[in-house]
């Protein structure tokens, strides 16, 4: 069974009474119930020893879901530097929501991640614009939240690997909300809902997506390719002449 580890910074849920009551186990226990029917789910938070993400908590990850919002900052560029090596050999990670800014997320992409946001309890409606990707299973062709944060173009991210989904809001802003990457070894998922005052983690199509995409970002089963400088696997002619 996979190991899953649900990182969550864990501030909101101990600051404002509204983001625990929808949430009282925090964020990450939110994801962490749902998921634990299908993967072995262990979570981790910021104000942790080395935010919970040590060396061995990493080295037995398969897939880490990250959230953060208010101490991206805080984050120390040990472990972001230990998370992005973990990435690079095959870990998976799905970023959630304002995970957009996180120094990992921001440091894998190499641009500043940057958005148009507002929060005007709007509806959301996220299109499903490739049905045949993995992370779309079992979903219909769109999936709507009653009221969301808004997020929208220009989204400063490289061109996503698959573009999944995309957001429209009741405003009239569009976003890219469901992106894949590749980066070393590992898969990298970016889905947008997920703002701490809504319930959208409880929401059956968000927690439908999570899951596949913990299914699609489970590493490969194979080594690192080896760099540097290399010995001919043939024997090089012009070199045999040259004797």
């Not at 580890?5 to 925090?26: A, D, L, M």
């Not at 908590?57 to 959230?67: A, E, P, R, S, Y």
């Not at 929501?97 to 709007?122: N, P, Q, V, Y």
């Not at 992370?135 to 009653?146: F, R």
Request: charge should be negative; include cysteine; aromatic fraction near 10%.
């Amino acid at each position: 069974m996979m190991n899953v580890t649900v990182w969550n910074e864990n501030r909101h849920e101990q600051q404002n009474p509204v983001v625990r009551e929808i949430y009282p186990k925090g964020i990450h226990g939110a994801i962490a119930s749902f998921l634990e029917e299908a993967f072995n789910v262990r979570t981790a938070t910021l104000d942790e020893p080395e935010h919970g993400l040590t060396q061995e908590v990493l080295d037995g990850t398969d897939v880490l879901i990250w959230w953060g919002h208010l101490a991206h900052g805080e984050v120390s560029d040990e472990v972001v530097e230990r998370v992005k090596q973990r990435v690079l050999d095959g870990m998976g990670l799905i970023v959630l929501h304002s995970g957009h800014f996180s120094k990992i997320f921001k440091t894998l992409m190499g641009t500043s991640c940057d958005l148009k946001w507002r929060e005007a309890d709007e509806k959301e409606r996220i299109w499903i614009v490739d049905p045949s990707h993995p992370i779309a299973d079992g979903i219909g062709e769109s999936i709507e939240l009653e009221k969301e944060e808004m997020y929208g173009e220009h989204f400063d991210i490289p061109a996503p690997d698959q573009l999944v989904m995309v957001s429209w809001f009741e405003g009239g802003e569009i976003f890219r909300s469901g992106c894949t990457y590749q980066r070393g070894n590992g898969k990298i998922f970016y889905f947008r809902p997920g703002h701490e005052t809504y319930p959208t983690y409880h929401h059956q199509d968000v927690q439908k997506v999570i899951a596949n995409a913990v299914k699609w970002a489970a590493p490969v089963n194979r080594n690192r390719p080896v760099y540097g400088n290399a010995q001919p696997l043939e024997t090089i002619k012009a070199k045999e002449e040259a004797k």
